[in-house]
């Protein structure tokens, strides 16, 4: 592991241990003895995302547990997880996770209600499909695979597509809007997924594969995956629910 590496892990590890302060970017690059331009040059070619967004995951992933876990009031939670502003909180909290925060606990509490279903009938009739192979390392645990495209490198918001596997194996995303996307897939561990709190589960591996979708064709793009580091981003929507998602025209 390079230095660069080293210095981008230790400004993670600051971000996870002082979400609540206002942090800037030249404090974060302090801690990795960078400049600031250096720093987020380096930062955004190991994590694939900036200083500031990654920041932005971290602290709306800690909301989401202490929405979960306590029974602090909404506002409370908006200034424990650094926000000044309980509107712009609750405005990025809903399009990250796809629920606003106060009904993200309320419906935890009733077993978490379903995402908005997918609208496949009204996407345009240009329109790609991506698929691929999801390959993962071997493991003893049974799992359920994950895949979604996503206009970001972030896993957050509902996905344009989603697919959802038991193992290795092919996938297929129809309906893929013309642009830029990134193909995320996550692996998490079986026996997590009934858990009283599935929606709150950590993925054993990951991957991404960025693709580039023109007019009504198919778009090859296998994905890897590798056990979840330090640098990897939080996974901010809650998963388990894409498993409402498992419609006949997707499977």
């Known amino acids: 592991m390079d230095f660069s590496h080293v210095a981008v892990e230790h400004s993670i590890s600051t971000m996870w241990n002082r979400y609540s302060e206002p942090l800037t970017l030249t404090e974060l690059a ?3 003895t960078f400049s600031k331009f250096y720093f987020s040059r380096v930062f955004r070619s190991v994590t694939g995302t900036s200083p500031g967004r990654f920041l932005a995951a ?5 909301a989401k547990q202490l929405l979960l876990k306590t029974s ?5 939670i908006a200034y424990k997880v650094g926000y000044n502003s309980l509107g712009t909180f609750t405005s990025r909290f809903t399009r990250s996770v796809c629920f606003s925060p106060a009904r993200y606990r309320s419906s935890s509490q009733a077993g978490m209600a379903a995402l908005p279903p997918f609208t496949l009938s009204d996407a345009p009739h240009h329109c790609s499909t991506v698929r691929g192979m999801i390959d993962m390392p071997e493991t003893d645990v049974p799992v359920r695979v994950y895949v979604g495209a996503f206009l970001g ?6 996905p344009t597509a989603c697919d959802i596997l038991d193992s290795s194996g092919a996938y297929e995303l129809p309906g893929v809007p013309d ?3 990134f193909i995320r897939a996550a692996a998490v561990a079986l026996r997590d997924v009934d858990e009283v709190e599935p929606w709150n589960r950590r993925p054993l591996f990951v991957g991404s594969s960025p693709v580039v979708t023109r007019g009504a064709r198919i778009v090859d793009s296998d994905v890897h995956l590798r056990p979840m580091t330090r640098v ?7 998963l388990p629910e894409l498993d409402s998602q498992r419609l006949p025209e997707l499977a």
Do not use: H
């Open 30 to 32: 302090e801690t990795a």
């Open 72 to 76: 602090y009031s909404v506002t409370d």
């Open 232 to 238: 990897d981003l939080p996974v901010l929507l809650a």
């Open 58 to 62: 971290i602290r709306l992933y800690r």
């Open 153 to 158: 490198p972030v896993v957050e918001g509902l």
């Open 179 to 181: 642009g830029t996307w």
